[in-house]
């Protein structure tokens, strides 16, 4: 069928090697298989998925490496896709990106760029992987759990954590747009947690590392991209000149970015969202200059109660696109602040801090 033949030459591209035929692929997948975990049912089709209910999964891909996987744990879903936790034989925990049928192309984008991109900050890929029933996965590396849930379970954070997180993120976004790529979706749901499980203390710093790159694109020769057909970001992290343009055909670039970076930034220091719905539909029904300039004079109201470094930070982020600073430089103010903020801690009491 054309769907087997998309899904072998996925294989064969990212994978670097000849798709196995479906026979050989059925024997060694049931082979891994207990009598009650049947991957197909009896009439080749494949299993009800359960994604769309937000149910757990059993189910087994074969992995790049020759090990199969067991999709169980579900995790979330979006527009593209399912995720589920998985394990492999060797009892090595991963998070397997189930596509949808329809998006398969989507998929092999996702794991095209992940293959490129190289960088602490950026969640890792190991590549595709199949079932016997020709279903696709992505299979990644597996965090604690995302951003948006560790704010919320655990509240507010000491400065200098705070300025470690955003250093972490600011540092991915540089190295992404030097890469020529717009991540496109940048949300505290779109950044993976992974706790330091050897430093034994819940108190530490979490490494945080951008992840569903499902969305993003790369940048052409002037800098910037168009994307049609397809909404990009997610309220409330979306740049003003995104939800104000036509959805049908939208041009981003890395200033984009740099605006959803800053709100997110602003709910690791503040602990809340910096917009609601409400900004966005006065804009949408009011674009005049006037009606911008209030959201820009509100932005700085709900600055008010943050210290001076961090507003200097967030005023050069969540801005109009032409006050932006670029990622780098925004990279170099968050390591002068780090800087004076471990200064800070470190002085004794009495001490004079210079």
């Known amino acids: 069928s054309k769907l087997r033949k998309r899904h072998r030459q996925i294989w064969t591209d990212l994978a670097g090697e000849k798709a196995r035929t479906s026979q050989q692929r059925r024997k060694r997948l049931l082979a891994c298989e207990s009598d009650e975990q049947a991957v197909c049912s009896g009439d080749g089709d494949p299993p009800k998925d359960s994604a769309e209910s937000g149910q757990d999964l059993v189910e087994v891909f074969a992995g790049p490496d020759g090990l199969c996987l067991r999709a169980q744990i579900y995790l979330g879903s979006g527009a593209y896709g399912s995720v589920y936790r998985a394990k492999?034989?060797?009892?090595?925990?991963?998070?397997?990106?189930?596509?949808?049928?329809?998006?398969?192309?989507?998929?092999?984008?996702?794991?095209?760029?992940?293959?490129?991109?190289?960088?602490?900050?950026?969640?890792?890929?190991?590549?595709?992987?199949?079932?016997?029933?020709?279903?696709?996965?992505?299979?990644?590396?597996?965090?604690?759990?995302?951003?948006?849930?560790?704010?919320?379970?655990?509240?507010?954070?000491?400065?200098?954590?705070?300025?470690r997180m955003v250093l972490q993120l600011l540092s991915a976004l540089m190295y992404l747009h030097?890469?020529?790529?717009?991540?496109?979706?940048?949300?505290?749901?779109?950044?993976?947690?992974?706790?330091?499980?050897?430093?034994?203390?819940?108190?530490?710093?979490?490494?945080?590392?951008?992840?569903?790159?499902g969305l993003s694109v790369e940048l052409g020769p002037e800098g910037h991209a168009t994307v049609v057909g397809r909404e990009v970001y997610t309220l409330p992290y979306r740049p003003f000149e995104c939800a104000m343009a036509n959805q049908k055909r939208v041009r981003i670039g890395p200033a984009c970015d740099v605006f959803a970076m800053g709100a997110l930034a602003f709910r690791v220091f503040r602990g809340r969202a910096l917009f609601g719905a409400e900004t966005y539909d006065t804009l949408l029904q009011d674009p005049t200059p006037q009606a911008q300039r209030s959201v820009w004079e509100y932005r700085d109201g709900q600055m008010t109660r943050l210290d001076s470094g961090v507003r200097a930070l967030l005023s050069k982020m969540v801005a109009p696109p032409q006050q932006r600073a670029a990622?780098?430089?925004?990279?170099?103010?968050?390591?002068?602040?780090?800087?004076?903020?471990?200064?800070?801690?470190?002085?004794?009491?009495?001490?004079?801090?210079?």
């Not at 717009?182 to 979490?206: E, Q």
């Open 178 to 213: 030097e890469k020529g790529v717009v991540h496109a979706d940048v949300k505290p749901g779109n950044t993976l947690v992974f706790l330091d499980s050897a430093s034994g203390s819940p108190d530490s710093c979490p490494r945080l590392k951008l992840c569903d790159f």
């Open 88 to 163: 492999d034989e060797a009892g090595r925990t991963f998070a397997l990106k189930i596509g949808k049928e329809h998006l398969l192309q989507d998929l092999s984008h996702e794991a095209r760029l992940l293959a490129m991109l190289h960088h602490p900050g950026v969640v890792w890929s190991f590549g595709l992987t199949s079932t016997a029933c020709n279903k696709v996965a992505l299979k990644l590396e597996c965090g604690h759990q995302n951003l948006g849930r560790y704010l919320d379970e655990q509240g507010s954070f000491n400065k200098k954590d705070c300025w």
């Open 327 to 354: 990622s780098s430089v925004l990279l170099a103010m968050c390591r002068d602040r780090l800087r004076v903020e471990s200064q800070r801690t470190s002085c004794g009491p009495g001490a004079a801090c210079t």
